[in-house]
């Protein structure tokens, strides 16, 4: 999720104050992605500029605070967000898999050890999880769509980190070569493929 999308949801709602969308950002989102006030404000700065909120200086609060609303133009982008089912391209990369695919080629890595302390370290983020979970009892639907979003995927990481201990097992002793090499085709086949 963007942040740029993210304060124009809550935008969606009425006119808020930078540090009050920060503050509702980090509740709907349980506190999972906490964000800075600069993050905030540099945001709302680019929104503006792009026509999706505007800023009313008129209604800035003792402290000098403007208040933001969306624009018409913002609501049709948020909606545009809603309605675009999110990609596996448009995700960040996959550090833990192009770091097991790196370990893997440079000498001396056990990459057997690696997998199990990524292993230990989700499962540890997994139990942590689910306590916070369980010790939920405020019913916050959103908040708890967001936790049961981290305990799915720390669940498929341990599946995924399972297979590849599994597939290291099964090669073990298979020489991997850190650069693909080519197939050359015998010469009998060659002439017998013309």
């Known amino acids: 999720m963007s942040i740029k999308h993210g304060l124009l949801a809550l ?4 006119p808020k104050y930078g540090y009050q969308l920060r503050g509702e950002f980090e509740v709907a989102t349980g506190a999972t992605w906490p964000l800075n006030i600069g993050q905030v404000y540099t945001t709302l700065t680019r929104l503006e500029r792009d026509n999706l909120v505007r800023g009313d200086a008129g209604s800035a609060d003792k402290d000098g605070r403007s208040m933001y609303e969306i624009t ?5 982008e ?8 999110v990609t596996r391209e448009s995700r960040p990369r996959d550090e833990l898999a192009i770091k097991l695919a790196l370990a893997l080629t440079v000498p001396g890595v056990d990459v057997r050890a690696v997998v199990q302390r990524q292993r230990m370290a989700t499962m540890q983020s997994l139990q942590e999880l689910t306590r916070l979970k369980r010790s939920s009892t405020d019913g916050e639907i959103s908040w ?6 981290m305990i799915f995927a720390a669940e498929a990481e341990i599946r995924w ?8 097992v099964r090669h073990r002793g298979t020489p991997r070569p850190a650069v693909p090499q080519t197939y050359e085709v015998p ?3 060659q002439e017998a493929r013309s």
């Open 11 to 14: 935008l969606q709602e009425g």
């Open 72 to 76: 018409d133009a913002g609501r049709a």
């Open 78 to 85: 948020l909606a545009k967000w809603f309605e675009t089912p």
């Open 144 to 149: 708890q769509l967001v936790v049961e979003s």
């Open 161 to 168: 980190l399972d297979h590849c201990e599994s597939m290291l």
């Open 187 to 189: 010469a009998g086949e």
